[in-house]
């Protein structure tokens, strides 16, 4: 029975042991700029996707800014942004009015330059959308 039980452990410990060659995924990174070229001073409202829990932003852009709005962190390959969000809303406010100027939804990814191809988090990609009077007006 001693025998027995040697056996089984020895077996078990040589069957857990462990693996050297570990595989990680890195967490990559996106950056999804606004870059504002209309005359107006703009305030969004954005939903992210269901992949980040539906979760709504805000932010402001002023005339002839650029601006990141959103950085997504993803493993296995970086986020698109048809992946990231679910619809962008622009408004301007004069006198205290909000006023809803623009929609964009669905997100379609040609819409949006891939400014810098990175791989890893220390070279996040970087995804802009110019906004112009044609677009808003």
């Known amino acids: 029975m001693k025998k027995l039980i040697i056996i089984i452990l020895s077996i078990s410990l040589y069957c857990c042991e462990k ?3 570990i595989i990680i995924d890195p967490l990559e990174l996106s950056n999804f700029n606004i870059k504002n070229e209309s005359d107006s001073d703009l305030n969004l ?4 996707s269901n992949d980040y829990l539906n979760e709504k932003k805000k932010e402001s852009i002023g005339t002839k800014e650029s601006k990141i709005i959103y950085e997504a962190k993803q493993i296995g ?5 048809d992946q990231t969000f679910k619809e962008i809303k622009f408004y301007t406010t004069e006198q205290g009015t909000k006023t809803l ?3 964009i939804s669905p997100i379609i990814n040609e819409d949006w330059i891939m400014l810098l191809n990175g791989n890893h988090s220390e070279n996040p990609v970087h995804f802009e959308l110019t906004i112009t009077n044609e677009i808003i007006n």
Do not use: M, Q
């Open 77 to 81: 390959g970086f986020a698109f942004p």
């Open 45 to 48: 409202e954005f939903i992210l």
């Open 19 to 21: 693996d050297n060659n």
């Open 101 to 103: 100027i623009h929609t």
